[in-house]
């Protein structure tokens, strides 16, 4: 599975982004997408989940509120809405995926097998 991430940028803080990420898999109703993010020397960190039937998402407490996430099966693409953003939202921030038999949202980086190239957010204070 090859993602492909679009979307970063820099925003002020306040301000919205939305991430998007697009899946060349044929069986994409079949896959678990994620978001992580990722800070110079820090871990790869969730920021959001969504099942493969969309139907349950999960937040990181950090982005509960102000983050939405979101699938399209018509264009095999998962998106983050994000706004009311923080200067410590900035990181780099990868799409990821994994086969799924059950809908259930995995939120440790060493679940998801395949990954985007990432993407900057920068939010200025």
């Known amino acids: 599975v090859q993602l492909v991430e679009s979307g970063g940028g820099t925003v002020q803080a306040g301000g919205s982004l939305i991430l998007s990420c697009a899946a060349n898999?044929?069986?994409?109703?079949?896959?678990?997408m994620a978001w992580f993010r990722q800070t110079p020397g820090g871990e790869r960190d969730f920021v959001s989940g969504?099942?493969?039937?969309?139907?349950?998402?999960v937040y990181a407490d950090s982005v509960q509120g102000r983050f939405n996430i979101s699938r399209d099966s018509a264009k095999n693409a998962v998106h983050l809405q994000m706004s009311a953003l923080k200067s410590e939202d900035t990181a780099v921030y990868y799409c990821?995926?994994?086969?799924?038999?059950?809908?259930?949202?995995?939120?440790?980086?060493?679940?998801?097998?395949?990954w985007g190239q990432g993407t900057q957010v920068t939010v200025s204070s």
């Open positions: 990821a995926a994994r086969s799924s038999l059950r809908p259930r949202v995995r939120q440790s980086s060493k679940d998801y097998p395949w």
């Open positions: 969504i099942t493969r039937d969309g139907v349950t998402t």
């Open positions: 898999e044929d069986a994409f109703d079949a896959i678990e």
